[in-house]
């Protein structure tokens, strides 16, 4: 089970990624070797958090998004299956 996570580790899209809970949600899944995809409005603190994720054994991609702008929101799906080939967890 372990070695099937390491091998096609799942991707994990974090809306409000970029403090509190969801910073701390991110860098449990990276801990793990998840494949991240960071979303908030602020590129450059999702930057900071994105290198934490990275430190830490995560890959991690940023994508700045609004939520409140559903195109945004489409967008963000799409770059993350683009990216990684599919979403496994949307949090
Ligand atoms: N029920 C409970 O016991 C409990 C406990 C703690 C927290 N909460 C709730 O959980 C939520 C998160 O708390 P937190 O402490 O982690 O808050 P926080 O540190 O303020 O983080 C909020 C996150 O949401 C992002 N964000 C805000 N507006 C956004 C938007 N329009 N589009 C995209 N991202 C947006 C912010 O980044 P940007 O500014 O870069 O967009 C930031 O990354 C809050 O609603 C809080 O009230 C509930």
């Known amino acids: 089970m372990r070695a099937a996570r390491k091998r096609n580790p799942p991707v994990v899209v974090i809306t409000g990624a970029s403090s509190g809970i969801g910073r701390a949600t991110a860098h449990r899944h990276a801990r793990r ?30 994508v700045p998004t609004d939520v409140t702008d559903e195109a945004a929101v ?18």
């Open 33 to 62: 070797g998840a494949r991240l995809v960071l979303a908030s409005r602020s590129a450059s603190a999702l930057e900071v958090v994105a290198e934490e994720c990275r430190a830490a054994g995560g890959e991690a991609l940023v």
């Open 74 to 91: 489409q967008a963000l799906a799409a770059t993350a299956v683009a990216a990684f080939g599919r979403i496994d967890v949307w949090g």
